[in-house]
């Protein structure tokens, strides 16, 4: 707190000292909707002075006192917006920028140097346009926004048609996931295929790879931070979807005009609900009734009020739950098996302009995660009775409470600094175990006392331009972490800048530290909502990274095409991993009550590095991109592969993306991506033989980086080295064709899609099994299993 009341001291410093100067500042919106508009430049053509709205659309500017001036607001997808003022004192200026159709040809000549990436300090960012992702194809017809970042260079995929994110080398677990402030833990839907992220609610979406600026921490990969839009003022608009496995609708519009608005977006898939008539069908006579079963939902919502020209209040949330369930019924008994999980989320803001340069935004934050595993089984006699009976029950959850401060300092034209503090308090339930009845010899209940810890941080960031072609960024995080009985401090500095070598092309450096206090346990790496995730404790300590990237970064303006070519070098220190055998759910053996989930890890280090590269355009009738990673990680723990280095699963060396967007005309676009990637690190038996004694079976079974089992004659599995198996590598083509058209009172598309056009068998996962051969002897046979053939997808979507 002391950093911060010697900043407020500098601020009004500052302000005394500058009044030969005057101030310009305002919010930039959205013309038709009322939508804050973050990222937009403002600038004044042929000086130095500009400034880049925040996320709430709120810029300010300082410059000298001079007669009059032309400033300029210009951002990516809207018509460039002039005004002439006079400069003789502080003046309040609210602009509305119209969206420009993406055929017109402004769209391509409009690009100004002020929107170049190069005139950044930021790298290892990217933002895609939700525009650009609602155009693309995707499986099923269902718009991705996961998805659509896997495309992108530096974000590895995991298995086919999951929605993990492996960002430079890092876990699942290490993405730092936002949604209007909220953390979000799970971002899973369809065990993975599917990501809980509706694109009809979202306005921004922004995924930062290396360099982090100080006003984010927690994780050590990546930070994907989403905006839900705030609902237009004007009028009742709305969008939505019907496709084959899911539907979606979203409405918006204003509760007090200009002042008040709501947004409220839903999405529900049917598979059940087709389902239900065909396997009921299917089991009109069978004496054996199985009833299985699955669906997901989740609502977004938001609103916000203007309370006058200095204060905004949002209130928006997420909520949204996966059930899978199997009943079985038979006159002998009765089984019901079922999985669940979700999240929750609630944001409270408050925005509250202190002075013309000083913004300011409060959150209260609310995040619940939890998922459930059930098992009922019941023996019934001829007569009815109960013969035997087992019951399972598995809970895991986590909780946030959260409050967290930021500010936006506007001194000159030079700096512009960012400062605040947070607070979350996490609950942890790392799992509650229930298992009875009479099939077992003891009853087991495992309630584990929830664990309460205090993360916190303060930080404070100044993007600071000495001159022309050099820009700064530096900063400093101070994190905490509170257990019951120790308190971990660790500081973070971060630095990254941008040197203008030409007036369109730039080099550019950073370096950050990172520290993450949650960890994320998983025994498939799929990314499930059986991973457990577990705070730092007393015996476990946070995990670290290092990370330090350097690049090149070049825009051309016709075309308007922006170039970037980074190598990066990621050394991570106390990432977790089970110990081989471990699992989440122990329940077998004597002391099955006792067991705990830090008796069952291990912890690592890791390296990661290597090159990207991408060319993206992101505006006009044909844009796209095209992304390249060269990478190599490598894990090493003490208790795995006998202590020496091995690649983890998703270890890539090469990962190419294509993608391209065309717009024949208004009534007609047509997309397609083609994706390569080498092949996944996987752990295969490589040999199998009889075993001597049970004495030699115990010691060899014990070894670190072996899996044995005994069946007539004690038979030995050996693996080898962990993951030295590479799979084949994977590569697909994906196409879609939009149809539009406009009504009177509506605008309808017609999709049409094919995913996996030209039918590639990509592995999914692979099987070893013994075939007979004619001459009755048996060979070893290894088969790679795919997951998904060609499949088409029809979807219907409307606006109004």
């Known amino acids: 707190m002391r950093v911060i009341f010697t900043l407020l001291l500098l601020i009004s410093f500052t302000i005394v000292s500058a009044q030969e100067r005057i101030t310009i500042s305002g919010f930039v919106r959205e013309k038709g909707s009322h939508e804050q508009l973050p990222g937009v430049n403002v600038y004044i053509p042929d000086t130095p002075y500009g400034a880049v709205t925040n996320t709430y659309g709120f810029y300010s500017l300082t410059l000298p006192a001079v007669d009059s001036a032309l400033v300029v607001y210009s951002f990516v ?40 990436v190069s005139r950044s300090a930021q790298m290892s960012q990217i933002e895609i346009p939700i525009s650009q992702i609602k155009k693309l194809p995707a499986f099923f017809g269902e718009k991705d926004v996961l998805k659509v970042l896997q495309l992108m260079p530096g974000v590895q995929k995991g298995t086919e048609g999951q929605t993990g994110l492996y960002v430079r080398g890092g876990g699942p677990d290490q993405n730092l996931i936002i949604l209007d402030d909220a953390v979000v833990y799970n971002a899973n839907h369809l065990f993975g295929f599917f990501s809980i992220f509706n694109s009809d609610a979202l306005k921004s979406v922004e995924l930062t790879k290396g360099g982090f600026p100080a006003r984010y921490g927690g994780r050590l990969s990546s930070v994907l931070e989403m905006n839900m839009k705030e609902g237009n003022k004007e009028a009742l608009h709305g969008e939505g979807g019907i496709g084959i496995i899911s539907s979606r609708l979203t409405l918006e519009g ?49 609103i916000n009020y203007d309370l006058g020209a200095k204060d905004k209040i949002y209130l928006s949330g997420y909520f949204g739950r996966d059930k899978f369930y199997a009943n079985e019924t038979s006159p002998t008994g009765e089984s019901r098996a079922g999985l669940d999980w979700g999240n929750k989320t609630a944001t409270l803001r408050w925005n509250h302009l202190l002075s013309q340069k000083l913004f300011v935004n409060t959150s209260f934050i609310y995040s619940n995660f939890d998922f459930g595993v059930s098992n009922n089984n019941k023996d019934i006699n001829a007569d009815g009775s109960v013969r035997d009976e087992f019951s399972l029950q598995y809970t895991s959850t986590i909780r946030d409470w959260g409050v967290k401060t930021d500010l936006d300092f506007y001194p000159s034209p030079k700096h512009t600094v960012k400062f605040g503090a947070l607070a979350t308090f996490h609950k942890f339930v790392p799992s509650a175990l229930a298992l009875q009845g009479s099939l077992i010899d003891e009853s087991i209940e495992r309630s584990v006392t929830p664990i309460n810890t205090v993360e916190g941080g303060i930080y404070v960031e100044d993007t600071w331009q000495p001159f022309d072609a050099l820009k700064m960024n530096a900063g400093f995080r101070l994190s905490s972490f509170q257990t019951e009985t120790k308190t971990y401090i660790r500081p973070e500095p971060r630095f990254s800048a941008a040197l203008r070598l030409a007036r369109d092309f730039s080099f550019k450096a950073s370096y950050a530290q990172m520290n993450q206090y949650v960890h994320l346990l998983s025994n498939t790496g799929l990314g499930l909502p059986t991973d457990l995730w577990v705070p730092t404790t007393d015996k476990v300590a946070p995990q670290q990274s ?10 051309l303006e016709k075309p308007a095409l922006t170039l970037t070519l980074e190598g990066y070098y990621k050394k991570m220190g106390n990432i977790l991993n089970y110990k081989e055998g471990a699992s989440f759910l122990s329940i077998s053996g004597e002391n099955a009550n ?46 795995l592969n006998f202590g020496r280095t091995f690649y983890p699963r998703y270890d890539r060396r090469h990962d190419l993306s294509v993608v391209g967007i065309y717009e024949i005309s208004k009534r007609i676009t047509v997309s397609a991506t083609w994706v390569y990637g080498t092949g996944n690190a996987l752990t295969l038996p490589r040999a199998s033989f009889t075993g001597v004694t049970d004495n030699f079976f115990t010691r060899f079974s014990s070894m670190g980086n072996r899996s044995a089992t005994s069946w007539n004659g004690n038979q030995v599995t050996e693996y080898g080295d962990k993951n030295s198996f590479r799979a084949e590598p994977f590569h697909r083509l994906d196409l879609a064709v939009q149809l539009h058209k406009k009504k009177k009172r509506y605008e309808r598309t017609w999709e049409i899609g094919l995913y996996n056009a030209y039918n590639r068998r990509n592995p999914f996962f692979y099987d070893i099994s013994e075939e007979e051969l004619a001459n009755g002897n048996t060979k070893t046979t290894l088969k790679r299993y795919s997951l998904f053939p060609v499949l088409p997808s029809v979807s219907y979507n409307f606006k109004f």
């Open 77 to 116: 997808g809207y018509e460039t917006a002039q005004q002439k003022i006079s400069l003789n004192k502080n003046t309040a200026l609210d602009i509305l920028l119209t969206t420009i159709n993406q055929l017109d040809e402004v769209t391509i000549s409009s690009r100004r140097q002020e929107d170049y």
């Open 254 to 302: 204003p509760i007090s005009k200009r002042k008040s608005s709501f947004l409220v977006s839903a999405r529900r898939t049917y598979i059940d609900i087709l389902a239900a008539p065909l396997i009921a069908r299917d089991q009109r006579d069978a004496v054996e009734q199985v009833k299985p079963g699955y669906y997901f939902y989740d609502i977004n919502a938001k």
């Open 546 to 555: 290092k990370q330090v990237a350097i690049g090149l970064a070049k825009d």
């Open 594 to 639: 006792e067991l705990s989930w830090e008796d069952n890890v291990t912890a690592g280090k890791g390296w990661s590095y290597g090159a990207e590269f991408l060319v993206h355009k992101k505006t006009g009738r044909f844009s796209g991109w095209i992304g390249y990673t060269l990478s190599w990680t490598k894990w090493q723990f003490p208790e």
